[in-house]
């Protein structure tokens, strides 16, 4: 009876390790994607492919070292810092209504889980910093929720002058100047 016992505590302690073992490379190794299959290691021409984008499809801005690419008649934006690397820094979109919010609170929470806490002051340092101070204040934002992604992709959901917008930020390559 103790072989019995010593044989099936082994399998299910090796069981249980191999299930960790799985889970663990599946949550460290899987690196978010946008649209597309698009990645932080993106390059702005494998971007403009996967959205299937001609020159006619975008528009391009500088602001402040970063380069802005707004995709026409998908409500869009790729924001690089270096366009001829793979220094993708933001993509975010205008998602909904800001009367609509819950509803895709509801969504992305079923998608990515509990919502981190995160203070609205980390999306506002992030914002300043790409758009120039004072892009957005925390009196301007009327609704606000993120997560932390297990690739380490800053994932936001806020509300601010009357609609909803969903931002991905590379929190590491924004502060750091990575």
């Not at 299930?19 to 403009?48: E, I």
Request: contains cysteine.
């Amino acid at each position: 009876m103790n072989t019995r016992n010593a044989i099936y505590r082994k399998t299910t302690a090796f069981a249980l390790a191999l299930v960790l073992l799985l889970c663990a490379t599946a949550t460290g190794s899987a690196a978010f994607s946008f649209r597309g299959g698009v990645t932080w290691d993106t390059t702005v021409d494998q971007m403009l492919a996967a959205e299937g984008l001609s020159e006619a499809d975008y528009n391009q801005k500088e602001l402040g070292g970063y380069t802005f690419f707004y995709l026409k008649g998908k409500n869009v934006y790729y924001v690089y810092r270096n366009v001829s690397g793979t220094d993708m820094l933001v993509q975010a979109y205008t998602v909904l209504s800001a009367e609509a919010y819950a509803a895709k609170l509801e969504t992305l929470t079923a998608l990515f889980g509990a919502p981190a806490d995160i203070e609205a002051d980390t999306i506002i340092t992030l914002m300043d910093t790409i758009y120039g101070s004072g892009s957005v204040t925390a009196g301007e934002l009327t609704a606000f929720t993120a997560w932390r992604l297990a690739d380490g992709t800053l994932a936001a959901l806020f509300a601010t002058g009357g609609a909803a917008y969903m931002a991905y930020f590379h929190e590491q390559r924004i502060l750091n100047g990575e």
